[in-house]
């Protein structure tokens, strides 16, 4: 029987000029290759989720963020070979430090600037496209 982990995942949803930022996910990820996400990620150990957002956007997107407030919360299920983990994600509005330049980490392929009108447009998951919507609603 896999034992069952829980873990906390944060994402960052960053709105400039009235369009949002998603990433692609590399082709050769072996969990949803070629998916479109936010810059997201799993929290560090006695990191709060604030800095934990914060820093994956930096790490994933090359952009220097700072959360406004939490827009988003959900759960899902990863499971692993030896392991079922229980993630809760918690995303948050976040804004740039200065114009925002995107230099893609390896982990991602592409990226794209989205309307609130074109979140359908692109393959995410029913989750991030929530969240999208709830952060446009909240500007």
């Known amino acids: 029987m896999k034992k069952l982990v829980k873990k906390q995942a944060t994402g960052g949803i960053l709105i400039f000029d009235n369009r949002a930022l998603i990433i692609q996910r590399a082709k050769d990820e072996k969990y949803l290759p070629s998916f479109w996400e936010i ?15 914060e820093r ?8 220097a963020v700072r959360v406004v407030k939490p827009v988003h919360v959900f759960k899902y299920l990863v499971e692993k070979e030896t392991d079922i983990r229980d993630v809760t994600q918690t995303d948050f509005l976040v804004k740039a430090k ?14 794209a600037w989205l309307s609130k ?8 998951s029913k989750e991030i496209k929530e969240a999208l919507k709830k952060a446009f609603g909240s500007l």
């Open 98 to 111: 200065g114009k925002p330049k995107v230099t893609l980490s390896a982990e991602h392929q592409n990226y």
């Open 56 to 63: 994956e956007f930096k790490e994933e997107t090359g952009i």
């Open 117 to 124: 009108e074109e979140i359908d447009n692109y393959d995410l």
């Open 39 to 53: 810059p997201s990620g799993k929290k560090e150990p006695f990191e709060s989720l604030k800095a934990a957002a």
